[in-house]
Every structure is written in C-alpha cells, then in structure tokens.
C-alpha cells in the first residue's frame, strides 16, 4: 500500500481559496486511481473528487462541481484539491486516497473501493 500525507488545510472566509495537497510514497505513483473525501462532524465519509491514474480522467461530486479541481503531478507523487468558492457546508477533514489499477484509465467514486487513506487535514471555512 502507499502510505498518502495531506498538508493545506486550514481555516478561510466563505468566498475563499484552499489548495490541498496528498504527497504519496512509493515509485508508481501514476498506476493509483486517486480520490478525496470529506468527513463533517456527525456524518459520513463522503466523495467530493476522484482522478484516474493518467489524470485523463476525473469525476465531481454534485456539490462541488464547478468549484473544486482535482489534479495530479505524477512526477512529483502529489494529488492537488483546488478548492474556491468555499462554502461554511464545506468544513470537514478532507481525506485522500488512493487504489492501484491495472489500467491508468480507471477512477472510482466509492469509498469502499480505496484501500489506502491519509490521516486527514482540516478545513474550516467561516461565514
């Protein structure tokens, strides 16, 4: 399994910006599907963004779309959330996460489909 560390986290205004980053070890970085999740206080672990290993590929949560972008350098073993816009409804610890794929086309969109999780970064966005 990779082993993911997030970084970027922290509080905004409503209105702002936030950039996540999810650094990852290991040399085949580009063969892991990636995601990020979002858990608020007292709810599910929720989807917000996922992208294919070849960064070809990439899928929104309805919430989030047209707001949020996810991106990958595979050279540098990063995933990038670009969050703007924010919303207060948008705190939550924002996990990455990652599943190696035999194809660099494939993403997924559930949360039971990744085996590999960062320990979470914080973001708090005031009203």
């Known amino acids: 399994q990779v082993q993911l560390v997030e970084s970027g986290g922290g509080l905004v205004q409503a209105g702002g910006s936030l950039r996540l980053s999810c650094a990852a070890s290991?040399?085949?970085?580009?063969?892991?599907?990636m995601g990020w999740f979002r858990q608020a206080p007292g709810k599910e672990r929720e989807f917000v963004a996922t992208?294919?290993?070849?960064?070809?590929?990439?899928s929104y949560a309805d919430s989030v779309k047209g707001r949020f972008t996810i991106s990958r350098d595979n050279a540098k073993n990063t995933l990038y959330l670009q969050m703007n816009s924010l919303k207060p409804e948008d705190t939550a610890i924002y996990y990455c996460?990652?599943?190696?794929?035999?194809?660099?086309?494939?993403?997924?969109?559930?949360?039971?489909?990744?085996?590999?999780w960062g320990q979470g970064t914080q973001v708090t966005v005031s009203s």
């Open positions: 992208i294919s290993g070849s960064g070809d590929f990439t």
């Open positions: 996460a990652a599943r190696m794929t035999t194809y660099s086309s494939i993403w997924y969109t559930k949360r039971g489909s990744f085996d590999s």
């Open positions: 290991g040399r085949t970085f580009s063969r892991y599907a």
